[in-house]
């Protein structure tokens, strides 16, 4: 697994995590700023975005709901007044949704899925085009997962969003190509962590049997038997919003180890 970030020289670039007070996004976060680059994150949680706020005084920590637009709002003005512009945006925003049969799952879990996990990174992208287009291009990553390309049982709703993540940004990368403007979706697998702790609890509760039984059976069926770490994840963002990626657009780069099928 990786232990450390690529080195890259991210001096310069100006960079917004969302949800990037916690999990993935925070260590994306650290990795950006640990290359030189001006960080801000959004998030829900005010207790994580004090801790980013201690942790890195120099980065922009603000509290955002990506499915609202109003908030969004606010979110790009703040970073066009305290960053100047945009260089990158990651759009990791993201909940896991409901574990549940179809006949389980309700509108409410559902449409709430899908405003975070779509809705929330659609709003963010048309707000950073004017600055990234402003900047002389840039580059967008949007967070998907290996069930951006594969069926996941029991999660419909979170498997749904993430395959329209792959379609946005296929699209959008066709779009924003001629202001160089790069669009690319990293698919995590299994990233180790509280979010995949609770993932393995919500599934092996659902499925009788104990966690430890589902994490193996989740695991067989990677072709490493493993999970990835969230370094793993930020050093392809690192990767991607780089001169090492400048030609990459409109793909959908998996992380995981070689997922075969979702347990």
Known sequence: ???DF???DARGLRVLVTAGAGGIGRVIARAFAARGARIAVCDMDEAALADVAEEQPEALALRADVAEEAQVE?????IRTR???LDVLVNNAGIAGPTAGIEGVTREALERTLAVDVVGLFLCAARAVPLLREAGGGSIINLGSVASRLGFPLRTPYSAAKWGVVGFTQSLAIELGPERIRVNAILPGHVEGDRFARVVRAKAEAAGCSEAEMR???L???ALKRTVAAEDIANMALFLASPFGASISGQ???VCGGVQMMR
Request: proline share 4%.
């Open 6 to 8: 690529l080195p890259v």
């Open 83 to 85: 960053l100047g512009g």
């Open 74 to 78: 606010a979110l790009f003005a703040a």
């Open 220 to 222: 067989d069926a990677v």
């Open 1 to 3: 697994m990786a232990n």
């Open 216 to 218: 193996r059976a989740m």
């Open 252 to 254: 959908a780069l998996s």
